[in-house]
């Protein structure tokens, strides 16, 4: 490997015209590179591992063997001594930013229970974590029970991250969920979008 002023002094010694008359030759450093490279691994290495949230979330594939459910069938068959139609629904409202449930009697429509992340003691961005959700759910389990209810239908609405986790919490607190509806609104053209911040 050539320096730059090995160069030049091989190339003064060609004959003829000289091709170079004056040259700044500045040293040529990769210490701070790597030395940046190195700061980035060491802060890469103190960062808190990534949340991979609740085992099942990330599925995108059922089983093919499972029966089609609900069917034309299901709204006249009995659930725990109960019609589906007249199962207590609860309903899951999970936005990036906290989780919402609240149980609504089928027959009255009147809403019977109802408990959030703040609720649970969660304050600020944690509310809007998988393990605000699943405690969310276990504390609405453990109300149902204690009025006599066991089994319900679930609708779920939104795409937070206490999406899953909230009905695992249901299941661990020994709730008998019978369906699950997604409700989620899917905009077909939406609203315009607010105008761009300028920076």
């Known amino acids: 490997m050539w320096s730059s002023l090995q160069l030049v002094r091989l190339l003064s010694r060609i004959p003829g015209p000289p091709l170079i008359e004056a040259v700044r030759v500045r040293p040529f450093c990769t210490s701070a590179v790597n030395l940046r490279r190195k700061d980035l691994s060491a802060l890469r290495g103190k960062l808190p591992p990534e949340d991979e949230g609740v085992v099942g979330e ?21 659930f725990d001594g109960m019609v589906y139609t007249d199962l ?10 906290n989780t919402i449930m609240s149980i609504v009697d089928a027959k009255t429509e009147k809403i019977t229970h109802t408990v959030s992340c703040g609720t649970e003691g969660y ?46 919490g249901l299941e661990m607190a020994g709730i008998n969920i019978i369906s699950v509806t997604d409700r989620t609104p899917i905009p077909n053209n939406g609203n315009k ?3 761009a911040r300028r920076i």
């Open 193 to 195: 979008p607010r105008k």
């Open 58 to 78: 990330h599925t995108l594939q059922v089983s093919p063997s499972l029966p089609q459910y609900p069917n034309l069938e299901t709204h006249q068959q009995i």
């Open 123 to 168: 304050r600020n961005c944690k509310k809007g974590t998988n393990v605000a959700g699943q405690s969310v759910g276990l504390s609405m389990g453990k109300k149902a029970l204690t009025s006599g209810q066991r089994t319900f239908r679930v609708t779920i609405r939104g795409l937070g991250p206490g999406r899953a986790s909230s009905i695992k």
């Open 88 to 97: 207590p629904i609860i309903h899951i409202k999970c936005s990036q930013n």
